[in-house]
């Protein structure tokens, strides 16, 4: 939500409240949520500048549609996947800040002149896709958004729930922007993307073609047996110097079962995608040598014996180190193969936990060091009537791997997600 959109809905929010004595909705300090300036130049500043440039980046519509939307098996009768994602991540970064109404108002006394104040980022996407036979198509849009937070944590909750009813419309005319919509200013953002295209599904392969509105043209071919792939986009302004904008490679969710009875499935790739604030064109290529890419390496061995996840990722750029390395534990049928889930009803869960390491970066003012992972997520399977049934799942995450590997900043941030999906 963009700044003037977090102005109109606190004023909605706290109109019932204009007095000058203190109220739930109205603490000591309310009165300096509108004209607080971050201070640019600083550290918190520059985080929450990449925080916002980072979430418009890796929850790209083509990512998504991605993760939630291609099949590897045709049928004759036409079928359907709809599918909608929430994500919020709670204090991703702090932001100093100069408030010019401090002292003048009941509720904005001077010690509030400057301040440090949390920024809070979200991101919400929907996609579809269907097929009859061989053929198929799918579209998906993303919206990502961020904003320094209310003074107030009662009014701060209300506006970051309510803006996934603000993004709804937003994610359905998302191809009206033509090449997608991203605006920065200040400590405030907003990052609109789309996707659109064609799906073919053969026997041996698979292949998904379509424009992205924001990155150019992307492409995905699967070899549907074993689960080899290549996903690439293919022009846009996030090369950085590269070919691609967004680019991954690697086996996903080989059948190792087949091998060994109850080894489950097997994951190995490559991902090399944009990061933060982009190097400039006239400086050498090692000038940001902790910007411009993020490229890591990552390994799961997931449904061991059906209900056990191995997970480890090894980070090459913007430095060298062990990622992550987590255990998890879920309820049955959990992991979802490469041609779908199948049919299922009733409670579904999944526990994660282990250690994430987050090297130290001077751009970010970090030391460095160890974090405790941790994620659960508890929600349920039930039938739509279509080929898999649906599920709705809601997830809690502190210090998340792939989450500090693109907010190295955020530690102990909290982090919600809640995904949606069916088919039809």
Not at 20 to 34: F, I, K, V
Not at 73 to 96: H, L, N, R, W
Not at 99 to 117: F, I, K, N, S, W
Request: net charge neutral.
């Amino acid at each position: 939500m963009n700044a003037l959109g977090v102005t109109v809905l606190a004023h909605a929010l706290l109109g019932v409240a204009r007095a000058d004595e203190e109220s739930p909705l109205r603490t000591q300090g309310t009165d300096c949520s509108e004209n607080a300036v971050p201070i640019a130049g600083s550290t918190g500043f520059e985080n929450a500048r990449h925080a916002f440039r980072t979430t418009g980046q890796t929850y790209s519509a083509t990512s998504y549609a991605e993760r939630n939307l291609f099949k590897h098996s045709a049928d004759d009768e036409v079928q359907g996947d709809a599918s909608y994602d929430f994500f919020q991540m709670i204090k991703a970064a702090t932001v100093p800040t100069m408030e010019t109404r401090a002292g003048t108002e009941p509720l904005c006394p001077a010690g509030y002149a400057v301040a440090m104040r949390p920024v809070d980022v979200q991101a919400v996407a929907f996609g579809v896709s269907f097929h009859k036979g061989a053929w198929g198509g799918f579209y998906a849009s993303s919206v990502a958004y961020g904003n320094t937070a209310m003074p107030n944590n009662a009014v701060r909750g209300m506006l970051l729930f309510a803006q996934p009813i603000y993004a709804a419309t937003t994610l359905m005319l998302a191809p009206l922007a033509r090449n997608g919509l991203s605006t920065q200013e200040g400590a405030s953002s907003f990052a609109l993307d789309w996707v659109a295209g064609a799906t073919y599904t053969h026997r041996l392969f698979g292949l998904r073609a379509g424009y992205a509105g924001s990155r150019g043209f992307y492409a995905n071919l699967v070899d549907t047996r074993a689960g080899f792939f290549f996903s690439g986009l293919l022009g846009g302004a996030d090369r950085a110097g590269g070919l691609f904008s967004y680019m991954k490679l690697g086996v996903d969710r080989l059948r190792a079962n087949k091998l060994v009875k109850g080894a489950g499935l097997s994951t190995l790739y490559f991902r090399d995608l944009p990061y933060g604030l982009q190097p400039s064109p006239a400086a050498p290529a090692d000038a940001l040598a902790e910007g411009g890419r993020l490229q890591t390496v990552h390994l799961a061995q997931q449904n061991i014996a059906g209900v056990v996840d191995l997970e480890a990722a090894y980070g090459i750029r913007p430095t060298g180190f062990l990622q992550q390395a987590i255990l998890g534990v879920h309820s049955p049928h959990y992991v979802v193969g490469r041609k779908g889930r199948g049919p299922e009803t009733g409670f579904v869960w999944n526990v994660r936990g282990g250690l994430v390491n987050i090297p130290a970066q001077a751009v970010y003012g970090l030391e460095g060091g160890q974090a405790a992972s941790f994620k659960t997520e508890l929600g349920a399977a039930f039938d739509t009537g279509g080929e898999e049934g649906g599920r709705a799942v809601g997830a809690l995450l502190v210090n998340d791997p792939e989450l500090l590997a693109l907010y190295p900043y955020a530690v102990n941030a909290v982090t919600v997600r809640l995904h949606v999906d069916g088919s039809f």
